[in-house]
């Protein structure tokens, strides 16, 4: 270094400005302490007339290698950035001198660095370029530190884009730091457009300052917190926290979004479902009071009659706690949609459970009423069989038993065609059906018919199942038995369903019996009169449940909103146009309409009730179809409600694909 020096003070005492020139050795002297590189280069002479020696740890190279070899620089400069410096050093001789430019090079060990470097264009007397004059400075740390931070910014962008929800960054002024693609894409706006921005600059006045005050929450208590918000029909699940420095100082707020519009909607569904259910408990909740009335009278007089209330309360009680707990956990917010679809398919089967002991109960009172009618029709006793066949393989996919199921006749492949009650016939070997499957663990069950003497006909359903002891072959008949309470309990059921079987057996002008030894099994006839029925061209069995009545109109009368409701959801896959009356004197009204294609009509309606609305209707319009949808069903109210002019009857509960193929028979 000091060899340099002096090297350089000789050439310059030579020279007339001696002075100067001192003080230039002077100001070399003190450069020669830094840490930057700096150099004199001689346009004229295209060699350096100076360079310091940190140029040896900054390059590798030595001031004297860069004096006898100027153009050891074009070795330093690496590919990357040479270009770069061939277009400065053209501009610099010509003139134009930058403040400062940037380069990549390449240590004499191979070893790659970035300097940044400052030039000085010194001209003569006659305004030309002479010398240039410049300081080196090594920057690589710097680089090295802004590339680390230009890549964990791309990490962090990438990260961010990758997430479906709106997530963003915001400063304790409100401005947008960063947001997310996901974020840009609800606004309809670019990433670019939104940075610096404010909740003011993309969201009405009221939404910003909603959001204003959240902010201005986190920024104060230092704590995260959730928002839920409904914003343009969707519905969004915010969680928000601060941004905290070392200091402990909140330097703004971070945010990340979901969209819940989904789960809201299911959530919707669910309170509506809710409802429902709970209607259907306030009434199942009334029985069950009154069948523990009846218990607490029963007990005083009849001890037979105080087994079955016991029973029937437990029957009704275990499908109600279902519903009841399930009905509850649907307001948690801790489970899945998945696991809230499984609660919904607990309630339905419970549901169903509870309506066909219903069912028993209303069976019984219209037995001992002498309400049940027999309704004969023309059929096949075959595609009896296979309907039943049908609905037994649908019982075993709830629960599976080794068991083989078979049909027989005695027919050798002929149709046998009868005039008799097909509903109540299906009714009595259907529940035969159910014991047979209940007390049967593994082995067979059969289900068959044969001719009977004096003119009858027998149905006969045989398992191989526990059989029942000889003492209780008539008991198990009578109202409310079972065989033993300890069956009761261990395989359910009211012990209606024998006892009703036979008050329709014997309405059906026959009876019913059973053969049965323990542990090898039973066998429960139907005998019914055979009176020989017309064969006839059948009607296809296999219809579609597609229906499409885009060009129909039906009115509703229904002044109840969750069953106006279920009908609509009922109806929506048709297609069908609907209109509402809420009121029978509305109904009236809205059937003069001659769009209208059929009405719906409930019986039990404010000001004018349906039957007699329907009465009006009829004599307005004879050709428009009405049909009637009630609670009430007992036979004598579906009389009621055809001799009103009602040319179809619904029961609620309402079954679904009863409910669209009795519609579709008169679209």
Same mark, same amino acid.
């Given at each position: 270094?000091?060899?340099?020096?002096?090297?350089?003070?000789?050439?310059?005492?030579?020279?007339?400005?001696?002075?100067?020139?001192?003080?230039?050795?002077?100001?070399?002297?003190?450069?020669?302490?830094?840490?930057?590189?700096?150099?004199?280069?001689?346009?004229?002479?295209?060699?350096?007339?100076?360079?310091?020696?940190?140029?040896?740890?900054?390059?590798?190279?030595?001031?004297?290698?860069?004096?006898?070899?100027?153009?050891?620089?074009?070795?330093?400069?690496?590919?990357?950035?040479?270009?770069?410096?061939?277009?400065?050093?053209?501009?610099?001789?010509?003139?134009?001198?930058?403040?400062?430019?940037?380069?990549?090079?390449?240590?004499?060990?191979?070893?790659?660095?970035?300097?940044?470097?400052? !030039?000085?264009?010194?001209?003569?007397?006659?305004?030309?370029?002479?010398?240039?004059?410049?300081?080196?400075?090594?920057?690589?740390?710097?680089?090295?530190?802004?590339?680390?931070?230009?890549?964990?910014?791309?990490?962090?962008?990438?990260?961010?884009?990758?997430?479906?929800?709106?997530?963003?960054?915001?400063?304790? !002024?409100?401005?947008?730091?960063?947001?997310?693609?996901?974020?840009?894409?609800?606004?309809?706006?670019?990433?670019?457009?939104?940075? *610096?921005?404010?909740?003011?600059?993309?969201?009405?006045?009221?939404?910003?300052?909603?959001?204003?005050?959240?902010?201005?929450?986190?920024?104060?208590?230092?704590?995260?917190?959730?928002?839920?918000?409904?914003?343009?029909?969707?519905?969004?699940?915010?969680?928000?926290?601060?941004?905290?420095?070392?200091?402990?100082?909140?330097?703004?707020?971070?945010?990340?979004?979901?969209?819940?519009?989904?789960?809201?909607?299911?959530?919707?569904?669910?309170?509506?479902?809710?409802?429902?259910?709970?209607?259907?408990?306030?009434?199942?909740?009334?029985?069950?009071?009154?069948?523990?009335?009846?218990?607490?009278?029963?007990?005083?007089?009849?001890?037979?009659?105080?087994?079955?209330?016991?029973?029937?309360?437990?029957?009704?009680?275990?499908?109600?706690?279902?519903?009841?707990?399930?009905?509850?956990?649907?307001?948690?917010?801790?489970?899945?949609?998945?696991?809230?679809?499984?609660?919904?398919?607990?309630? !339905?089967?419970?549901?169903?459970?509870?309506?066909?002991?219903?069912?028993?109960?209303?069976?019984?009172?219209?037995?001992?009423?002498?309400?049940?009618?027999?309704?004969?029709?023309?059929?096949?006793?075959?595609?009896?069989?296979?309907?039943?066949?049908?609905?037994?393989?649908?019982?075993?996919?709830?629960?599976?038993?080794?068991?083989?199921?078979?049909?027989?006749?005695?027919?050798?492949?002929?149709?046998?065609?009868? !005039?008799?009650?097909?509903?109540?016939?299906?009714?009595?070997?259907?529940?035969?059906?159910?014991?047979?499957?209940?007390?049967?663990?593994?082995?067979?069950?059969?289900? *068959?018919?044969?001719?009977?003497?004096?003119?009858?006909?027998?149905?006969?359903?045989?398992?191989?199942?526990? *059989?029942?002891?000889?003492?209780?072959?008539?008991?198990?008949?009578?109202?409310?038995?079972?065989?033993?309470?300890?069956?009761?309990?261990?395989?359910?059921?009211?012990?209606?369903?024998?006892?009703?079987?036979?008050?329709?057996?014997?309405?059906?002008?026959?009876?019913?019996?059973?053969?049965?030894?323990?542990?090898?099994?039973?066998?429960?006839?139907?005998?019914?009169?055979?009176?020989?029925?017309?064969?006839?061209?059948?009607?296809?069995?296999?219809?579609?449940?597609?229906?499409?009545?885009?060009?129909?109109?039906?009115?509703?009368?229904?002044?109840?909103?969750?069953?106006?409701?279920?009908?609509?959801?009922?109806?929506?896959?048709?297609?069908?146009?609907?209109?509402?009356?809420?009121?029978?004197?509305?109904?009236?009204?809205?059937?003069?309409?001659?769009?209208?294609?059929?009405?719906?009509?409930?019986?039990?309606?404010?000001?004018?009730?349906?039957?007699?609305?329907?009465?009006?209707?009829?004599?307005?319009?004879?050709?428009?179809?009405?049909?009637?949808?009630?609670?009430?069903?007992?036979?004598?109210?579906?009389?009621?409600?055809?001799?009103?002019?009602?040319? *179809?009857?619904?029961?609620?509960?309402?079954?679904?694909?009863?409910?669209?193929?009795?519609?579709?028979?008169?679209?």
């Amino acid at each position: 270094m000091k060899k340099n020096t002096t090297r350089l003070l000789k050439k310059l005492s030579g020279n007339k400005y001696n002075r100067k020139n001192q003080l230039k050795y002077k100001v070399y002297s003190i450069l020669e302490q830094v840490k930057f590189v700096i150099y004199q280069y001689s346009i004229k002479s295209r060699s350096y007339r100076y360079i310091s020696p940190q140029a040896y740890s900054l390059f590798g190279y030595s001031p004297e290698e860069f004096v006898t070899n100027p153009l050891l620089v074009r070795k330093l400069i690496h590919p990357d950035s040479f270009g770069y410096f061939k277009e400065h050093w053209k501009k610099l001789l010509h003139g134009e001198v930058p403040d400062f430019y940037e380069l990549k090079v390449v240590h004499k060990n191979n070893g790659i660095r970035w300097v940044q470097q400052r !030039n000085l264009l010194i001209r003569n007397s006659k305004g030309e370029p002479e010398i240039i004059e410049g300081v080196v400075t090594d920057i690589t740390e710097r680089k090295l530190a802004e590339e680390a931070l230009r890549q964990s910014e791309l990490q962090k962008r990438s990260f961010l884009n990758t997430l479906p929800h709106l997530a963003w960054l915001k400063d304790v !002024n409100g401005y947008y730091i960063e947001v997310n693609e996901s974020f840009a894409r609800r606004r309809k706006l670019s990433v670019k457009e939104i940075i *610096g921005k404010t909740d003011y600059d993309i969201y009405s006045r009221r939404d910003a300052e909603k959001y204003r005050k959240e902010d201005a929450w986190i920024i104060e208590s230092k704590e995260a917190c959730f928002f839920e918000e409904k914003s343009n029909n969707e519905w969004f699940e915010t969680f928000k926290a601060p941004i905290i420095n070392e200091n402990n100082e909140v330097t703004g707020v971070t945010g990340i979004s979901l969209d819940i519009t989904k789960r809201k909607q299911i959530d919707e569904e669910l309170k509506l479902y809710s409802k429902k259910l709970s209607d259907q408990n306030e009434i199942l909740r009334i029985i069950n009071d009154e069948l523990i009335r009846a218990k607490e009278r029963a007990e005083e007089s009849d001890r037979l009659k105080s087994s079955f209330l016991a029973n029937m309360s437990h029957e009704i009680r275990t499908p109600m706690n279902a519903i009841l707990g399930f009905s509850e956990l649907l307001k948690s917010k801790k489970f899945t949609d998945e696991r809230k679809e499984n609660f919904i398919s607990i309630i !339905n089967s419970k549901s169903r459970q509870l309506m066909q002991i219903i069912e028993d109960i209303i069976d019984i009172s219209k037995i001992e009423a002498g309400q049940i009618k027999i309704t004969s029709i023309n059929f096949s006793v075959n595609d009896l069989i296979e309907d039943l066949e049908i609905s037994y393989n649908t019982l075993q996919t709830h629960e599976k038993k080794p068991i083989r199921f078979i049909k027989k006749t005695d027919r050798k492949g002929e149709e046998l065609w009868i !005039n008799s009650d097909k509903l109540r016939i299906e009714q009595i070997l259907t529940n035969f059906l159910s014991n047979a499957y209940k007390f049967t663990d593994e082995g067979e069950i059969e289900l *068959g018919y044969e001719m009977g003497r004096n003119n009858t006909l027998v149905f006969y359903v045989r398992d191989t199942g526990i *059989g029942i002891e000889k003492d209780k072959h008539k008991i198990i008949f009578e109202h409310f038995r079972q065989v033993s309470v300890s069956q009761s309990r261990i395989y359910g059921g009211t012990g209606l369903g024998l006892s009703i079987s036979r008050g329709l057996a014997e309405k059906l002008g026959g009876s019913i019996w059973v053969e049965s030894e323990i542990n090898k099994g039973s066998t429960f006839y139907l005998k019914i009169p055979y009176i020989k029925g017309e064969k006839t061209e059948k009607a296809a069995r296999h219809v579609t449940e597609v229906y499409n009545w885009g060009d129909k109109t039906i009115l509703i009368a229904e002044d109840e909103d969750a069953n106006y409701e279920f009908f609509k959801l009922l109806l929506s896959a048709t297609k069908v146009k609907i209109i509402r009356a809420t009121n029978g004197n509305e109904a009236v009204e809205k059937s003069k309409n001659k769009h209208v294609d059929l009405v719906l009509m409930d019986v039990k309606l404010p000001e004018l009730d349906g039957l007699e609305a329907t009465r009006i209707i009829k004599k307005n319009r004879k050709e428009l179809p009405v049909i009637a949808q009630t609670a009430y069903a007992m036979s004598s109210d579906e009389q009621e409600c055809l001799k009103a002019g009602c040319d *179809g009857y619904l029961a609620k509960p309402i079954d679904t694909r009863s409910f669209l193929s009795l519609i579709s028979q008169f679209m």
